[in-house]
């Protein structure tokens, strides 16, 4: 089953002090191009989250976004008791020492002294680090569910198009064997014109209708065309085939490019438009498959 390139994925996790948001986006691209909207919480996790994204969605514009909020709010600051008490202590000795009595506040000076207010930084322990590395899994997975489901839509269209091109493929032939009876008469009736009935050999006039027999003869490039149309049909059932299904598709191409220029025929040239036509709307599908 072929997937989309394109596809959303997003999870939730509380961890500590804080609720986190996941979202994961991707669109179509030639290889794995990877972008991490980290919070500087989270730096620190940011090879282990590219580990997962390349374990998990292979191929593709992949943007991760992460957003949290606490939702315990403890103050960002605090006062340093215990060093407060400790600089206050060591004052009183200090005076009793040099026995100097003043009715100075201490603990004025105590605040004053360095270190007395203490910031608290957020951060992650180990255990909510797993917990988060599991929330991105998780969104991982509701993306490859998304990316499934836009397969399914995208095999339906392309089988669609591809059935269009076999039809005008089948209906070419019915055009086919008009063409040699119309070259044939074209030349008798420019020999005619030019009154050269008498001199032209009956051989070599069939000599020459062999050469446009074998010049206009389409019957390889309906073959290989038609083979090329069935394994393309092969390939939409096979799991991460987009670059193979691209290949296929420039085979195509080629075998309908070389149908127009045989075609000598307009009949047969606008069914090859109307498969060109279907083959671009392949072309661009396939550049968002997997």
Do not use: W
Request: proline letters at 1%; hydrophobic letters at 35%.
């Amino acid at each position: 089953m072929i997937q989309s390139m394109t596809g959303f994925g997003k999870s939730e996790i509380t961890l500590q002090n804080f609720h986190v948001n996941i979202e994961i986006r991707s669109l179509n691209s030639k290889f794995l191009d990877l972008s991490l909207k980290l919070p500087s919480l989270f730096k620190e996790m940011d090879f282990s989250v590219r580990k997962i994204l390349k374990e998990n969605l292979k191929r593709g514009k992949i943007e991760l976004t992460i957003h949290y909020e606490k939702i315990n709010h403890r103050k960002s600051s605090f006062l340093d008791k215990e060093k407060i008490i400790d600089y206050h202590n060591e004052l009183k000795d200090i005076m009793d020492e040099l026995d100097y009595n003043s009715d100075k506040n201490l603990l004025g000076y105590a605040l004053r002294l360095p270190d007395i207010i203490q910031h608290s930084n957020d951060n992650l322990d180990k255990e909510s680090g797993e917990q988060l590395l599991k929330a991105i899994e998780k969104a991982c997975k509701e993306m490859d569910l998304f990316r499934k489901k836009e397969g399914l839509a995208l095999e339906k269209e392309l089988s669609n198009y591809l059935s269009n091109i076999l039809k005008n493929l089948s209906t070419i032939s019915s055009f086919e064997e008009e063409r040699l009876p119309k070259v044939k008469n074209k030349l008798l009736k420019a020999i005619e014109e030019l009154e050269l009935k008498s001199k032209v050999d009956e051989k070599r006039l069939e000599q020459e209708l062999i050469y446009y027999a074998e010049k206009i003869d389409i019957t390889e490039e309906k073959v290989r065309l038609s083979e090329h149309c069935q394994h393309f049909a092969e390939a939409l059932k096979e799991n991460g085939s987009g670059k193979k299904l691209g290949f296929i598709t420039q085979e195509m191409g080629r075998e309908i490019n070389t149908l127009g220029s045989k075609a000598h025929n307009i009949s047969i040239q606008k069914l090859v438009v109307g498969m060109k036509d279907e083959l671009e709307k392949i072309k661009e599908q396939v550049l968002n498959i997997l």
